[in-house]
C-alpha cells in the first residue's frame, strides 16, 4: 500500500517570505499523481497544484511550486510571497494511476504571520 | 464556475439513528468519491463510483452503503450510526477522460452523533 508522509506538523512564515512544505511518498508504481490540497478553517478540501509523475518539469501555479524528485520519492511545496490567506493545513496527497482512491499524508498546519 | 454540492451541509443525529448524505458533482463528472474526515486527521478514503458501478472501496464501515444514480448523484447511506461516525464528509466527483486523476471537493457534511 502506498504512504505519504509529511514530517513536519506544524510550520510559520512571515508575510511575503518563502516557505516549503515537505512530502515524501512511498509506492512501486512508476505512473502515478501527487497533489497538494490545501484546507483552510472553513474546512473546504481546495486544490493547489498537481503532478505528474511521468512529467520531468516541476509544476507550477501562480506563487506555488513544487519540486519532484521521482527517484527520491519526494514533492515538496514552495510558497512564495506568503499571504495571510496561505494561512491553512496542507495536505500532500497520492493517486495511482489506475486507481480512484487519494491517500493524503498527516498534514501541515501552516500560519502566515503578519 | 460549478462546484460538487453537498446536502445537507450540517447534521446532529442520536446513536443508532439513520443518516444519509447527498453529493451532487460538477457538471459532466461521471465519477464521485466520498471521504471521511475525523478531527485532527486527514481524509480516508471511503468508497467511489464510476458511471453508475463502485469502482473502488476502502474503510467504509457494512453499516455504511452508497449508491450512484443515473443523474450521477450519489448519496452515502448510514446506519446503526456511533459516536466515533462524528466526522467531516467529503464528496469529490472528477470528470470524463484525461482530466480523470484530479477530485475536486464538496463543502463536506458534519456529522455529529450523540
Known amino acids: 500500500a502506498q504512504t505519504v508522509t509529511q514530517s513536519q506538523p506544524e510550520m510559520s512564515v512571515q508575510e511575503a517570505e518563502t516557505v516549503t512544505l515537505s512530502c515524501t511518498y512511498d509506492?512501486?508504481?512508476?505512473?502515478?499523481?501527487l497533489f497538494w490540497y490545501k484546507q483552510p478553517p472553513s474546512r473546504q478540501m481546495i486544490l493547489v497544484i498537481r503532478?505528474?509523475?511521468?512529467?520531468?518539469q516541476n509544476a507550477t501555479e501562480n506563487r506555488f511550486s513544487v519540486n519532484f524528485q521521482k527517484a527520491a520519492k519526494s514533492f515538496s511545496l514552495k510558497i512564495s510571497d506568503s499571504q495571510l490567506g496561505d494561512t491553512a493545513m496542507y495536505f500532500c496527497a497520492f493517486k495511482e494511476t489506475s486507481g480512484s482512491r487519494l491517500t493524503f499524508g498527516e498534514g501541515t498546519q501552516l500560519t502566515v504571520n503578519p | 464556475a460549478a462546484g460538487v454540492i453537498q446536502s445537507p451541509r450540517h447534521l446532529i443525529k442520536e446513536k443508532r439513528e439513520t443518516a444519509t448524505l447527498k453529493c451532487y458533482p460538477i457538471?459532466?463528472?461521471?465519477?464521485v468519491y466520498w471521504y471521511q474526515q475525523g478531527p485532527g486527521q486527514d481524509p480516508q478514503f471511503l468508497i467511489s463510483?464510476?458511471?453508475?458501478?463502485?469502482?473502488d472501496k476502502g474503510s467504509i464501515p457494512d453499516r455504511f452503503s452508497a449508491q450512484q444514480f443515473s443523474d450521477y448523484h450519489s448519496e452515502l447511506n448510514m446506519s446503526s450510526l456511533e459516536l466515533g461516525d462524528s466526522a467531516l464528509y467529503f464528496c469529490?466527483?472528477?470528470?470524463?477522460?484525461?482530466?480523470?486523476?484530479?477530485?475536486?471537493f464538496g463543502p463536506g457534511t458534519r456529522l455529529l452523533v450523540l
Open positions: 463510483f464510476y458511471e453508475k458501478m463502485q469502482s
Open positions: 457538471p459532466r463528472h461521471d465519477t
Open positions: 469529490a466527483s472528477s470528470e470524463k477522460g484525461g482530466g480523470r486523476e484530479t477530485q475536486y
Open positions: 503532478q505528474e509523475a511521468y512529467k520531468q
Open positions: 509506492t512501486s508504481e512508476s505512473n502515478y499523481y
